[in-house]
């Protein structure tokens, strides 16, 4: 059965700090993994998707990367901000045979203090 | 505007009572997904549509239906509301040219009394 893990469940950082927010998944069959955002009582935003054929991507100051051996995914937000502020998404997506699954991580709630 | 679109926004109802929630995208995508999120227990797949005559059920299906009226648009259906559906609900498109990226729509927040 396919599942996706994300650890911690909430984060507290200080203005500045680099860090580092994981996802977990089974089964390395991966055809693609995407990074959201979520603002309190709104919809997600997307912030990279990475096939299964990439290593990372990178948008700002946001890297994403993908190893499927191992089964993990990490996101990289570099001199956090208070406006980075959200809960954290990862979900990984499987097309196996024709069926299709599309599993979430129940999120890292991340607050950046001022 | 928006690209996703979701009406209603908020919805209260009673159990045993019809409802529909609609879903409008206006990104040319030919597939769409229906989702609804519970606290702790992150967001899980009800239904999705790869294009208008292809309706696939999800991980969490029973309890509703869908219909898909045109590439655009998607709605999900609760026959018969139960409280334990009570939850956000949201819609989401992607296109399998644009490599599988999902954009979702704001949400529905339905409480079935």
């Known amino acids: 059965k396919q599942e996706v893990t994300q650890i911690p469940a909430a984060l507290s950082v200080p203005e500045g700090e680099n860090l580092v927010l994981n996802c977990s998944f089974t089964?390395?069959?991966?055809?693609?993994l995407q990074w959201f955002r979520q603002d309190p009582g709104k919809g997600l935003t997307s912030l990279l998707l990475?096939?299964?054929?990439?290593r990372e991507q990178t948008s700002g100051r946001l890297n994403a990367s993908l190893d499927k051996s191992s089964g993990r995914s990490t996101l990289y937000i570099a001199a956090s901000q208070p406006g980075d502020s959200a809960t954290y998404l990862c979900?990984?997506?499987?097309?196996?045979?024709?069926?299709?699954?599309?599993?979430f991580g129940t999120g890292t709630r991340l607050k950046v203090l001022a | 505007d928006a690209d996703v679109t979701q009406t209603p926004r908020n919805r209260i109802t009673k159990t045993g009572k019809r409802i529909m929630l609609e879903c409008s995208q206006t990104?040319?995508?030919?597939?769409m997904y229906w989702y609804r999120q519970d606290p702790g227990l992150g967001l899980r797949l009800i239904y999705y549509?790869?294009?208008?005559?292809?309706?696939n059920k999800g991980e969490i299906s029973d309890g509703y239906s869908v219909s898909r009226q045109a590439q655009a648009k998607f709605s999900l259906s609760l026959e018969s509301a139960i409280p334990n559906q009570t939850a956000l609900y949201f819609c989401?498109?992607?296109?399998?040219?644009?490599?599988?990226?999902?954009?979702f729509g704001p949400g529905t927040r339905l409480t079935v009394l």
């Open positions: 549509s790869f294009d208008v005559k292809d309706i």
């Open positions: 990104k040319g995508h030919d597939r």
């Open positions: 990475i096939q299964s054929s990439q």
């Open positions: 089964d390395s069959a991966i055809y693609n």
């Open positions: 989401a498109t992607s296109s399998f040219a644009g490599g599988g990226t999902q954009y």
């Open positions: 979900a990984a997506h499987w097309d196996t045979s024709g069926t299709y699954k599309y599993i």
